[in-house]
């Protein structure tokens, strides 16, 4: 029974990481769309590749933001969550 | 030309084993602190000793100690650079010593504006500081910035200069900025205050952090991939993962020096983007204007 309880709770942290990551279609599609504007802009105005690039780079990391809360999650779900659950569930069956 | 003086020469010596005796002293310390284990594992920073303390247990880890190795080679590399400063017949370490100098003090005034000129020296060292931490992983060691504890408090040092800045104008103004567009978004700019640090935090930790952890990823998978395919050749060749010679080392240029460098860049900009915005301007030289207004009038009257 003790066996089941801590496969359910292993499974769920990795679940619950994967599910997590979901959240990095966002920075995908946003950092997609700003790389896409940046290479319109520096086809029409090539003399502004210089300042048009490093503006996008820091937009880039500026919409990185949200991915990486979830990265961060999910890291913590792998590898802290599942030994403080444990300790929960063997604190509450008295074990 | 001159031939240098043996002071001279001795203090370069110095300043360049500043540079190097830290991290080769790190190297050896992490050879004879990591445990042997077999095939890749992901961990945190080792933890060397505790230092008990009323409150909580100060624990001194890896990452502090590589980080305060990167601080004193930043400081030998700064005394090298401007070591034997002249203003006729310069040397090659003055002309770079000036370019950096040059090159930081227009990323400023470009970004910050004028009156922001003496962030440039807390500028460049946040930079050079995150820039050197990230790198250092090139030589194995634990990059100080893929441990939280570092880069928050990087963030909380920008953090408390971005409210003194806020402050300028008074407690009053800054209580007053909560309120604006409406008074009723006052909790969710209080919230947003709090963001800042945090997500510059998570930011910069997230990126190296994730930049390691894919690369061990990688390098088991390589590991696996070689057993794979050389796993039928008898004896040594087919347990040595040949794979992983050189292959994770394309990788590493992308997730630790372009990743790193990037990731400090931004560090250092976002710091002078939120300074420069919290800082009241028109309020502030408003109020100095009638400060000084005020007081010539005053000196007129005692004149007269």
């Known amino acids: 029974m003790l066996e089941l309880a801590i496969g359910i709770i292993l499974g769920g942290c990795a679940l619950g990481a994967g599910c997590a990551m979901i959240a990095g279609i966002g920075p995908g599609i946003g950092e997609g769309n700003a790389v896409a504007s940046a290479c319109e802009a520096i086809a029409r105005q090539p003399e502004s590749k210089g300042s048009v690039t490093s503006t996008m780079l820091m937009g880039c990391a500026v919409a990185e933001t949200t991915g990486l809360y979830a990265l961060v999650i999910a890291i913590l779900l792998i590898f802290v969550a599942p030994n403080l659950l444990v300790n929960i569930l063997l604190r509450a069956i008295g074990a | ?304």
């Not at chain 2, 909560?178 to 978004?185: D, G, I, Q």
């Open chain 2, 1 to 304: 030309m001159k031939q240098k003086s043996f002071r001279f020469i001795a203090a370069d010596i110095l300043y360049i084993a500043m540079m190097v005796v830290p991290f080769v002293a790190a190297i050896i310390l992490k050879v004879l602190t990591t445990p042997p284990s077999d095939g890749v594992s992901i961990t945190g920073a080792r933890i060397f000793f505790t230092i008990p303390m009323p409150i909580q247990d100060l624990i001194v880890t890896e990452a502090q100690i590589n980080s305060l190795c990167v601080m004193i080679a930043l400081f030998g590399l700064c005394l090298f650079l401007t070591h034997g400063l002249r203003t006729r017949d310069i040397s090659v370490r003055q002309h770079l010593a000036e370019w950096i100098v040059e090159k930081v003090d227009k990323l400023v005034s470009d970004s910050m504006g004028k009156y922001f000129m003496s962030f440039a020296p807390f500028i460049i060292a946040i930079l050079a500081l995150s820039a050197f931490s990230s790198f250092s992983c090139l030589l194995g060691l634990f990059p100080p910035t893929s441990d939280i504890n570092i880069v928050a408090g990087w963030a909380i040092l920008v953090f408390i200069l971005i409210t003194y800045n806020k402050l300028k104008c008074g407690p009053l103004h800054y209580l007053k900025g909560f309120a604006e567009p409406v008074a009723f978004l006052a909790p969710i700019n209080f919230i947003s205050e709090f963001a800042t640090p945090i997500s510059m935090a998570f930011r910069h930790y997230g990126n190296v952090l994730s930049g390691s952890v894919i690369s061990v990823l990688i390098a088991t998978a390589l590991q696996g991939l070689s057993n794979l395919l050389l796993g039928w050749l008898p004896g040594f060749f087919g347990e040595f993962p040949f794979l992983q010679i050189g292959l994770p080392a394309v990788l590493s240029i992308y997730f630790d020096v372009f990743s790193g460098g990037l990731q400090a860049f931004i560090f250092a900009m976002l710091t002078m983007m939120y300074v420069s915005d919290g800082f009241p301007m028109e309020e502030y030289f408003a109020r100095k204007a009638a400060k000084e207004n005020k007081k010539s009038a005053k000196q007129k009257t005692e004149v007269i």
